[in-house]
């Protein structure tokens, strides 16, 4: 009796979820505001990923959690998170950075990093002073200068102004697109009288 040895296989391809993530942050921003950006989290791979979690980290500090939960194959989920500006971040790059993560094994985690920058624009702060064209020879001329912060962050800077023939200097807080105003006197002899103040914000400004 002849016996014939017949062998027969069968391949199982796993099915592998590959997450990544993508940050958006604005193109740009000013100081002392809340802005929105997008975080993208996608799986790009043939098996269900759990427990997917992004985390966005800021260069400011700021750190956002974004709980996504269970991503089937080609799904995409997109949220909106809050990013605070601060005012000190005045004239400089804010850096972003997003992560996710995924209880179940990847293809791949080349992609579980994106990282994006916003630059924040400069403190826009304008002095204007008011004072008389002109007053009798031998008097007194008395008028304001105002400060004028057109930003949305609250700015402390010194300020130095003359009243009556001396300087007063002194350190000012302004908040978000306020005004300070403050008096300011000269005496006038027989020659034209120069006022002059000096305004030092210690931040970016643009003015």
Partial sequence: MLFRSNTVSAVVTPLIPDVSVTLDLPASAQPGTTVSATVTVSNIGAGTASTVIGTVTLSTGQQITVSVG???????TV?????FVPGTATGST?????????????ITTTNNTSTDTMPVGALDIVTTINMPTSTL????ASG???YTNNSNATVSFTISYPVGGVTTTETVTVGPNGTLTRT?????????VTVTQTRNVGEPDSN
Avoid: K, R, Y
């Fill in 184 to 192: 300011v006197s000269v005496f006038v002899g027989t020659t034209p």
């Fill in 94 to 106: 804010i850096t972003g950075t997003a992560t996710v993560a995924t209880s179940t094994p990847e």
């Fill in 137 to 140: 020879a031998g008097s007194t």
């Fill in 79 to 83: 949220t909106t998170v809050q990013v």
């Fill in 144 to 146: 304001t200068v105002t």
């Fill in 70 to 76: 269970t991503l089937n194959p080609a799904a995409t």
